[in-house]
C-alpha cells in the first residue's frame, strides 16, 4: 500500500505561481503522477513522471506552463505552475501505479492504484 499526501495548494491571482508536492511512502521505480479535477468537469491528467529514470510527462494544456522535479531523499516529487490561469482551478490529486509499471501517455487515472486526498488550487482573474 502506498500512501500520498499532498500540499501546497492556495490561491493565487492569475500569471502567478505554486508549488504542489506529492510525498509518496514509497517512489522509486513506479510512475507517479497529478491529476486534476474542477467542478463538474471530469478528472484529467496534469504531468507524470517515473521516479527513478525521471523521465517526464506533460499534458498538451501544462506543456511549456508546469515542470516536475523530484527529491529521492524525501520521497517527494514537486509540480512547480507557472503562469497559473483560471482555468486552472480544480483540486489536485498526486496518484501512483505500482512498483515496475510506467506512465502510460496519455494518463488515465483508471490505471492508477493509488491517490492522495487532493489540495485545492483556486486561481482568480
Known amino acids: 500500500q502506498v500512501q500520498l499526501v499532498e500540499s501546497g495548494g492556495g490561491s493565487v491571482q492569475a500569471g502567478g505561481s505554486l508549488r504542489l508536492s506529492c510525498t509518496a511512502s514509497?517512489?522509486?521505480?513506479?510512475?507517479v503522477a497529478w491529476f486534476r479535477q474542477a467542478p463538474g468537469k471530469e478528472r484529467e491528467e496534469v504531468a507524470g513522471?517515473?521516479?527513478?529514470?525521471?523521465?517526464?510527462y506533460y499534458a498538451n494544456s501544462v506543456k511549456a506552463r508546469f515542470a516536475i522535479s523530484q527529491d529521492y531523499a524525501k520521497n517527494t516529487m514537486y509540480l512547480q505552475m507557472n503562469s497559473l490561469q483560471p482555468e486552472d482551478t480544480a483540486i489536485y490529486y498526486c496518484?501512483?501505479?505500482?512498483?515496475?509499471?510506467?506512465?502510460?501517455?496519455?494518463?488515465?487515472?483508471?490505471?492508477?492504484?493509488?491517490w492522495g486526498q487532493g489540495t485545492q488550487v483556486t486561481v482568480s482573474s
Open positions: 514509497e517512489y522509486v521505480a513506479r510512475c
Open positions: 496518484a501512483a501505479r505500482d512498483l515496475g509499471e510506467g506512465c502510460p501517455t496519455p494518463l488515465v487515472s483508471t490505471l492508477f492504484r493509488y
Open positions: 513522471v517515473y521516479g527513478g529514470t525521471g523521465n517526464t
